[in-house]
């Protein structure tokens, strides 16, 4: 059974930094493609940042320079650093994985983030 389970949500003041970790069980990890989503209340869900299973990665524009997506294929981890927080950012921000080679998609149950002072 696959999970992905998200931490390291939290509040943080404007300015401020979190680190939120996905860690996933039951898939091969390496094989994934991995993102991190978002969604504030009365918004859809959007894509913050992915990560290919190679590395590549790709930002939304209003993250590029202040978030940073990594994965460690070893503890079958993503990472997103999130730094210089605006409130804006404010949402509760889910875990993806994505293989169109086996043709799967599954997402994490949510970790929140408040960005206020």
């Known amino acids: 059974q696959v999970q992905l389970v998200e931490s390291g949500g939290g509040l943080v003041q404007p300015g401020g930094s979190l680190r939120l970790s996905c860690a996933a069980s039951g898939m091969i990890f390496s094989g994934y493609a991995m993102g991190w989503y978002c969604q504030a209340p009365g918004n859809r869900r959007e894509s913050v940042a992915s990560?290919?299973?190679?590395?590549?990665?790709s930002y939304a524009d209003s993250m590029k320079g202040r978030f940073t997506i990594s994965r460690d294929n070893v503890k079958n981890t993503v990472y997103l650093q999130m730094n210089t927080l605006k409130p804006e950012d404010t949402a509760v921000y889910y875990c993806?994985?994505?293989?169109?080679?086996?043709?799967?998609?599954?997402w994490g149950q949510g970790t929140q983030v408040t960005v206020s002072s």
């Open positions: 993806n994985a994505n293989s169109a080679y086996w043709n799967r998609n599954y």
């Open positions: 990560i290919t299973s190679g590395g590549y990665t």
